[in-house]
């Protein structure tokens, strides 16, 4: 298998397995995070086509590192397996670094500034 191929496979199912037996955030199951997806989508095909137009590339990939599928606009199809596990790991780091106070003090610890139930009010919002 290429090279940025498999490493493209390899960071997709290890931001899967953080998430899934690990940070646990839930993301997966929320609309808020399928429409993010769908607005990076929407920019990374205009711009990606543009970086990797076969015409007059900007960036360049060794064709001997990739599947030599792209589409479209010449995107290679591996470019979209490495944006989702880089923008989805960036969520779920953020969401653990902004929940961990909510989640501590829907567990009964005092969280300074937050009121007790402040878990369940964030756990909420995101089922929306």
């Known amino acids: 298998m290429p090279e940025y191929t498999a490493l493209t496979v390899v960071a997709v199912l290890a931001v899967v397995a953080l998430e ?3 940070l646990r955030t839930g993301i997966f199951r929320t609309r808020r995070y399928w429409i993010s997806m769908v607005i990076v989508l929407g ?3 205009p711009v990606d086509g543009y970086l990797t137009r076969l015409a007059d590339p900007i960036v360049l990939y060794d064709a001997r590192q990739t ?11 591996e470019d979209f397996g490495f944006g989702w ?10 969401r653990r670094c902004t929940d961990g106070p909510s989640r501590r003090a829907a567990a009964g610890r005092a969280v300074p500034g937050r009121p007790s139930n402040a878990g369940a009010a964030a756990h909420r919002e995101d089922a929306r």
């Open 20 to 22: 899934l037996w690990g």
């Open 43 to 45: 920019f990374q095909i």
């Open 67 to 77: 599947l030599g599928i792209r589409f479209p606009w010449d995107i290679p199809i």
């Open 85 to 94: 596990a880089m923008v989805t790991l960036t969520i779920l780091l953020w």
